[in-house]
């Protein structure tokens, strides 16, 4: 079983809907990443997190350490936020595990 | 600040060929890692290093090997390629890595085939 697990692998939906992402983990962890790999292939760095919420823009983060949970949302989405969003872990001894990524695409 | 670059951008390699991944950043950042993308297997963390001169194995550190002699520079070599090690390889670095404040910067990539 990974260590971080996402949910849903792919997401489509239509441009103003309000979108969550999950993300799992199951190991002891220092704080937990949230990326976003574009079409061509870059990766950007949204939220770096190690207790409750942040929000930058239409993007809201929140971690729940108890439960071992992560949310992402995006409230009004629009087709550019179609991409890939990545959860990541850093663990305890400064090892990372990722999650598979999930596929958003928003349809105009 | 150029940020994090890697060179090259592609490489073909033949089996049991070595060569250098090149990663450099302008930020200062302490931190320094490597991974790998394979499809449906998502990232994966080769090596790391917290600062010049101190590396340290991730998850999937085998045939891979790197120093780090500068805060800037921070290559995976590649002892003897095999078609195993086909992917596309992610540098990326952070000031501090514990930070809850900080971030972590990627390159661009470097999509390595091996024949």
């Known amino acids: 079983k990974n260590e971080v697990e996402q949910s849903p692998q792919n997401l489509t939906a239509q441009e103003g809907e309000f979108i969550t992402i999950n993300c799992s983990y199951s190991?002891?962890?220092?704080?937990l990443h949230w990326l976003q790999q574009h079409p061509g292939g870059g990766i950007v760095s949204l939220f770096m997190l190690s207790s409750g919420k942040k929000k930058h823009g239409r993007l809201i983060a929140t971690i729940n350490i108890q439960e071992k949970h992560s949310s992402l949302h995006i409230t009004a989405s629009h087709p550019r936020d179609s991409a890939v969003y990545i959860c990541a872990v850093s663990l305890n001894n400064n090892d990372m595990r990722f999650g598979a990524g999930t596929r958003l695409t928003v349809k105009p | 600040n150029a940020g994090v670059t890697q060179t090259p951008k592609f490489q073909v390699l033949k089996t049991g060929q070595s060569m250098t991944l090149q990663c450099a950043q302008d930020m200062n950042h302490e931190y320094m890692s490597w991974y790998r993308q394979d499809p449906g297997m998502g990232l994966r963390l080769i090596h790391y290093?917290?600062?010049?001169?101190?590396?340290d194995q991730g998850e999937v550190p085998n045939g891979y090997n790197v120093s780090r002699s500068t805060t800037e520079d921070f290559p995976l070599r590649l002892l003897s390629a095999a078609p195993s090690q086909t992917s596309v390889y992610f540098c990326a670095s952070s000031y501090i890595f514990f930070s809850s404040t900080d971030t972590q910067y990627f390159g661009p990539g470097t999509r390595l085939t091996v024949l």
């Open positions: 190991v002891g962890i220092s704080a």
């Open positions: 290093s917290v600062g010049a001169g101190i590396t």
